[in-house]
């Protein structure tokens, strides 16, 4: 299957402050991607699927112009939390959709703790 | 009608034993159903999959049954070991393109040695 990477594993931001994950398809070229966060002994939530040079599309409820998504190249997707506060502390989590397999493969996750 | 039930919440089971966890779906369109395994503080991984065109598919110890009357679907693990302690999610999605995963609540396995 396709390897994922995120970096960074893990990051602690004050209030108020941006932070950006990088979402990397190491062997593979993924139009799509998608990411999820996930709150503790809880499932995963989709945030919104990103494409390949457009905009992202985002799910019902999660704001956009908070987190932002950029899909610049067919292995890296980011996404920017703006403006930081702690209850968007949360594990995201991002995967890589392969157009062969219908497949999807998940990143390690990244820790993201707001003081 | 997007949602994925999966049960129980928790299971424990003796090592050597089975493992079974259950998923049930309403959206008739979902045509592939995956499980992952997810360890504390890691990604998922994917373990096994299915499409509704075989009532069964079996990859070693993990074998997915399909239910496509019932819109049901679970997973079994054989021969259960301490190192599959971990949480299962069961998804589903329609193959068209690049379609979003619906998950289900997950299971958090545990097996006693």
């Known amino acids: 299957g396709a390897v994922v990477s995120q970096h960074p594993s893990r990051v602690i931001c004050k209030s108020g402050t941006s932070v950006k994950i990088e979402c990397r398809s190491l062997?593979?070229?993924?139009?799509?991607m998608f990411w999820y966060r996930q709150f503790p002994k809880q499932s995963l939530m989709l945030m919104a699927t990103?494409?390949?040079?457009?905009?992202?599309?985002?799910e019902q409820g999660v704001e956009k112009d908070k987190f932002l998504i950029n899909h610049a190249s067919l292995t890296l997707s980011t996404l920017t939390v703006t403006s930081a506060h702690p209850e968007d502390s949360s594990f995201y989590i991002c995967?890589?959709?392969?157009?062969?397999?219908?497949?999807?493969?998940f990143g390690p996750g990244t820790r993201l703790t707001v003081t | 009608q997007q949602q994925v039930k999966q049960s129980p919440q928790s299971l424990i089971v003796q090592k050597g034993g089975i493992s079974i966890i259950n998923c049930a779906y309403e959206?008739?369109?979902?045509?592939?159903f995956p499980w992952y395994q997810q360890f504390p503080g890691k990604g998922p991984a994917l373990l096994i999959a299915?499409?509704?065109?075989?009532s069964e598919k079996k990859e070693g110890r993990f074998t997915i049954s399909f239910n496509k009357s019932a819109k049901q679907f679970s997973l079994h693990i054989m021969d259960s070991q301490p190192g599959d302690s971990a949480t299962y999610f069961c998804?589903?999605?329609?193959?068209?393109?690049?379609?979003?995963?619906?998950f289900g609540q997950g299971t958090r396995l545990t097996i006693n040695p």
């Open positions: 062997d593979f070229q993924a139009t799509t």
């Open positions: 299915i499409r509704p065109d075989v």
């Open positions: 995967s890589v959709w392969t157009d062969d397999s219908y497949e999807q493969y």
């Open positions: 959206n008739t369109a979902f045509d592939y």
């Open positions: 990103s494409n390949e040079g457009s905009k992202a599309t985002y």
């Open positions: 998804a589903a999605s329609m193959h068209q393109g690049a379609q979003k995963l619906v």
